[in-house]
Protein backbone atom coordinates (compact mmCIF):
# COMPACT_ATOMS: atom_id res chain seq x y z
CA UNK A 1 0.00 0.00 0.00
CA UNK A 2 1.47 3.31 -1.24
CA UNK A 3 1.43 5.31 1.83
CA UNK A 4 3.39 8.49 0.59
CA UNK A 5 1.64 11.62 0.88
CA UNK A 6 0.08 13.89 -1.74
CA UNK A 7 0.32 17.30 -2.91
CA UNK A 8 -1.65 18.88 -5.61
CA UNK A 9 -0.67 21.85 -7.39
CA UNK A 10 -2.43 24.47 -8.90
CA UNK A 11 -0.58 26.76 -11.91
CA UNK A 12 2.35 24.31 -11.65
CA UNK A 13 3.49 24.48 -15.10
CA UNK A 14 5.63 27.10 -14.73
CA UNK A 15 6.70 29.94 -11.83
CA UNK A 16 6.02 29.54 -8.40
CA UNK A 17 3.70 26.14 -9.33
CA UNK A 18 6.88 24.82 -10.92
CA UNK A 19 8.85 25.65 -8.08
CA UNK A 20 6.75 24.19 -5.61
CA UNK A 21 6.40 20.97 -6.94
CA UNK A 22 9.90 20.40 -7.69
CA UNK A 23 10.39 21.05 -3.71
CA UNK A 24 6.88 19.07 -2.22
CA UNK A 25 8.24 16.43 -4.70
CA UNK A 26 11.22 15.59 -2.06
CA UNK A 27 8.43 14.75 0.46
CA UNK A 28 4.90 14.34 -1.40
CA UNK A 29 3.49 12.05 -4.52
CA UNK A 30 2.29 15.20 -6.70
CA UNK A 31 -0.60 16.25 -8.71
CA UNK A 32 0.31 19.68 -11.17
CA UNK A 33 -2.94 21.03 -12.26
CA UNK A 34 -2.49 23.48 -15.20
CA UNK A 35 -4.71 24.58 -18.24
CA UNK A 36 -2.25 23.46 -20.91
CA UNK A 37 -1.32 19.56 -21.33
CA UNK A 38 1.68 20.11 -23.01
CA UNK A 39 3.38 22.26 -20.48
CA UNK A 40 2.68 20.24 -18.01
CA UNK A 41 4.17 17.18 -19.68
CA UNK A 42 7.39 19.57 -20.29
CA UNK A 43 7.12 20.46 -16.77
CA UNK A 44 6.77 16.83 -15.26
CA UNK A 45 9.71 15.56 -17.07
CA UNK A 46 11.90 15.83 -14.53
CA UNK A 47 9.66 15.46 -11.65
CA UNK A 48 9.25 11.58 -10.07
CA UNK A 49 7.61 9.29 -12.07
CA UNK A 50 4.72 8.70 -10.42
CA UNK A 51 3.66 12.41 -10.88
CA UNK A 52 -0.02 13.10 -11.68
CA UNK A 53 -1.27 15.45 -14.91
CA UNK A 54 -4.82 17.13 -14.58
CA UNK A 55 -5.07 19.17 -17.68
CA UNK A 56 -8.14 21.17 -16.85
CA UNK A 57 -9.10 25.25 -16.96
CA UNK A 58 -9.88 25.59 -13.16
CA UNK A 59 -12.56 28.54 -14.12
CA UNK A 60 -14.29 25.60 -15.84
CA UNK A 61 -16.71 24.54 -12.77
CA UNK A 62 -18.32 21.95 -14.22
CA UNK A 63 -14.56 20.38 -15.89
CA UNK A 64 -13.20 21.43 -12.68
CA UNK A 65 -15.56 19.57 -10.61
CA UNK A 66 -15.60 15.88 -13.36
CA UNK A 67 -11.48 16.32 -12.90
CA UNK A 68 -11.69 16.19 -9.46
CA UNK A 69 -14.01 13.11 -9.16
CA UNK A 70 -12.17 11.66 -11.53
CA UNK A 71 -8.54 11.18 -9.41
CA UNK A 72 -10.91 9.57 -6.67
CA UNK A 73 -8.58 11.21 -3.59
CA UNK A 74 -9.78 9.72 0.10
CA UNK A 75 -7.07 11.87 1.55
CA UNK A 76 -5.39 14.93 0.60
CA UNK A 77 -2.06 16.02 2.56
CA UNK A 78 -1.42 19.49 0.77
CA UNK A 79 -3.25 21.84 -1.80
CA UNK A 80 -1.24 24.79 -3.14
CA UNK A 81 -3.26 27.12 -5.48
CA UNK A 82 -0.70 29.13 -7.70
CA UNK A 83 -2.56 29.79 -10.74
CA UNK A 84 -3.43 33.43 -10.68
CA UNK A 85 -3.94 36.52 -13.50
CA UNK A 86 -2.57 39.53 -13.29
CA UNK A 87 -4.01 42.86 -14.50
CA UNK A 88 -3.77 46.28 -15.40
CA UNK A 89 -6.14 49.32 -15.12
CA UNK A 90 -7.43 52.13 -13.87
CA UNK A 91 -11.00 51.67 -12.21
CA UNK A 92 -11.57 53.89 -14.30
CA UNK A 93 -11.00 51.83 -17.38
CA UNK A 94 -12.07 48.35 -16.40
CA UNK A 95 -15.15 46.63 -17.69
CA UNK A 96 -17.77 43.93 -16.27
CA UNK A 97 -16.24 41.13 -18.11
CA UNK A 98 -12.56 41.86 -17.30
CA UNK A 99 -13.40 42.03 -13.45
CA UNK A 100 -15.33 38.60 -14.20
CA UNK A 101 -12.19 36.83 -16.00
CA UNK A 102 -9.92 37.71 -12.88
CA UNK A 103 -11.83 37.02 -10.26
CA UNK A 104 -12.86 34.09 -11.56
CA UNK A 105 -9.38 32.76 -11.84
CA UNK A 106 -7.83 34.25 -8.50
CA UNK A 107 -11.07 33.95 -6.35
CA UNK A 108 -13.41 31.95 -7.22
CA UNK A 109 -11.54 29.13 -8.58
CA UNK A 110 -9.32 27.88 -5.90
CA UNK A 111 -12.77 28.75 -3.65
CA UNK A 112 -14.10 26.23 -5.49
CA UNK A 113 -11.64 23.65 -5.79
CA UNK A 114 -10.87 23.73 -2.07
CA UNK A 115 -14.58 22.79 -1.51
CA UNK A 116 -14.13 20.04 -3.74
CA UNK A 117 -11.52 18.66 -2.18
CA UNK A 118 -11.78 19.43 1.74
CA UNK A 119 -12.80 16.27 2.70
CA UNK A 120 -9.58 14.54 1.44
CA UNK A 121 -8.05 17.77 3.42
CA UNK A 122 -10.04 16.89 6.86
CA UNK A 123 -9.17 12.67 6.36
CA UNK A 124 -5.84 13.51 5.83
CA UNK A 125 -5.72 16.90 8.24
CA UNK A 126 -4.27 18.57 4.96
CA UNK A 127 -2.47 22.25 4.63
CA UNK A 128 -4.17 24.38 2.02
CA UNK A 129 -2.06 27.28 0.96
CA UNK A 130 -2.97 30.42 -0.90
CA UNK A 131 -0.15 32.06 -3.15
CA UNK A 132 -1.57 35.90 -2.62
CA UNK A 133 0.72 38.92 -3.44
CA UNK A 134 1.85 41.73 -1.73
CA UNK A 135 -0.90 43.28 -3.43
CA UNK A 136 -3.20 41.38 -0.96
CA UNK A 137 -2.37 43.17 2.16
CA UNK A 138 -1.96 47.14 0.28
CA UNK A 139 -3.96 48.65 -2.58
CA UNK A 140 -2.03 49.83 -5.61
CA UNK A 141 -3.19 52.44 -7.66
CA UNK A 142 -3.65 51.27 -11.03
CA UNK A 143 -4.05 47.50 -9.79
CA UNK A 144 -7.78 47.87 -8.91
CA UNK A 145 -8.44 44.12 -10.39
CA UNK A 146 -5.25 42.68 -9.12
CA UNK A 147 -5.52 43.97 -5.87
CA UNK A 148 -8.98 43.17 -5.16
CA UNK A 149 -8.96 39.76 -6.35
CA UNK A 150 -5.85 38.77 -3.84
CA UNK A 151 -7.78 40.81 -1.20
CA UNK A 152 -10.31 38.95 -1.44
CA UNK A 153 -8.36 35.90 -1.65
CA UNK A 154 -7.05 36.82 1.73
CA UNK A 155 -10.43 36.93 3.55
CA UNK A 156 -11.03 33.50 1.72
CA UNK A 157 -7.78 32.06 3.66
CA UNK A 158 -9.17 33.94 6.89
CA UNK A 159 -12.34 32.49 6.55
CA UNK A 160 -11.49 28.45 5.66
CA UNK A 161 -8.78 28.86 8.53
CA UNK A 162 -11.38 29.79 10.97
CA UNK A 163 -13.95 27.14 9.67
CA UNK A 164 -11.39 24.26 9.39
CA UNK A 165 -9.94 24.69 12.76
CA UNK A 166 -8.92 21.61 14.35
CA UNK A 167 -9.57 20.00 10.94
CA UNK A 168 -7.21 21.66 8.44
CA UNK A 169 -4.43 24.04 8.19
CA UNK A 170 -4.52 27.10 6.05
CA UNK A 171 -1.91 28.84 5.08
CA UNK A 172 -1.31 32.72 3.32
CA UNK A 173 1.49 33.30 1.16
CA UNK A 174 2.56 36.75 -0.26
CA UNK A 175 5.42 37.14 -1.92
CA UNK A 176 6.72 40.52 -3.61
CA UNK A 177 8.30 40.91 -7.08
CA UNK A 178 9.01 36.99 -7.97
CA UNK A 179 11.06 36.35 -10.71
CA UNK A 180 8.11 34.65 -13.08
CA UNK A 181 7.58 34.70 -17.16
CA UNK A 182 3.78 36.86 -15.56
CA UNK A 183 6.04 39.43 -14.27
CA UNK A 184 8.28 39.74 -16.86
CA UNK A 185 5.02 40.11 -19.04
CA UNK A 186 3.75 42.80 -16.58
CA UNK A 187 7.08 44.78 -16.51
CA UNK A 188 6.86 44.89 -20.35
CA UNK A 189 3.63 45.94 -20.57
CA UNK A 190 4.49 48.85 -18.09
CA UNK A 191 7.64 49.94 -20.15
CA UNK A 192 9.86 48.96 -17.17
CA UNK A 193 13.44 47.38 -17.67
CA UNK A 194 13.10 43.72 -16.57
CA UNK A 195 16.22 42.80 -14.03
CA UNK A 196 15.65 39.30 -12.38
CA UNK A 197 18.08 40.13 -9.71
CA UNK A 198 15.46 42.45 -8.06
CA UNK A 199 13.01 39.92 -7.58
CA UNK A 200 12.54 36.88 -5.28
CA UNK A 201 13.44 33.37 -6.76
CA UNK A 202 10.49 30.80 -6.83
CA UNK A 203 12.73 28.54 -5.32
CA UNK A 204 12.49 30.97 -2.06
CA UNK A 205 8.86 31.68 -2.12
CA UNK A 206 8.53 27.75 -2.60
CA UNK A 207 10.73 27.17 0.33
CA UNK A 208 8.01 29.17 2.04
CA UNK A 209 5.36 26.78 1.02
CA UNK A 210 6.86 23.79 2.21
CA UNK A 211 7.18 25.65 5.52
CA UNK A 212 3.71 25.59 5.87
CA UNK A 213 3.41 21.94 4.48
CA UNK A 214 6.02 20.58 6.58
CA UNK A 215 5.14 22.06 9.93
CA UNK A 216 4.78 19.86 12.53
CA UNK A 217 0.98 19.42 13.58
CA UNK A 218 0.79 21.30 16.78
CA UNK A 219 1.87 24.85 14.43
CA UNK A 220 -0.22 26.58 11.37
CA UNK A 221 1.60 29.14 9.59
CA UNK A 222 -1.62 31.56 8.97
CA UNK A 223 1.10 34.19 7.15
CA UNK A 224 3.81 34.75 5.42
CA UNK A 225 4.80 38.14 3.26
CA UNK A 226 8.12 38.01 1.29
CA UNK A 227 10.00 40.76 -0.44
CA UNK A 228 13.08 40.78 -2.26
CA UNK A 229 16.50 41.50 0.08
CA UNK A 230 18.28 43.06 -2.57
CA UNK A 231 21.45 41.03 -1.42
CA UNK A 232 22.44 39.80 -4.72
Same mark, same amino acid.
Request: glycine residues 8%; charged residues 20%; aromatic residues 2%.
Given at each position: ?10 G ?20 ? *? ?7 R ?5 ? $? ?5 ? +? ?6 ? +????? /? ?10 ? /?H ?22 AL?V??? +????? @????? @????H??? /? ?10 ? $? ?7 S???L ?15 ? *? ?15 L ?17 ? *? ?6 ? *? ?11 A?? $??G??
Amino acid at each position: MNDRKIALITGASSGIGLAAAQRLAQTHRLIL *VARGEERLRAAAAAL $PADTELL +AVDITDSE +ALRKA /VASLGLSRLDAL /VHSAGLDAIGRVADTDPQEWQRVLALNVTAP +AYLTS @LLLPA @LREAHGTV /VFINSGAGLRAI $PNFPLYCASKHALRAVTECLRGEEQGRVR *VSNIAPGRVDTPMQERLQASLGNPYRAEEHLRPES *VAESIALA *VLLGPDANVHEIALG $PAGLN
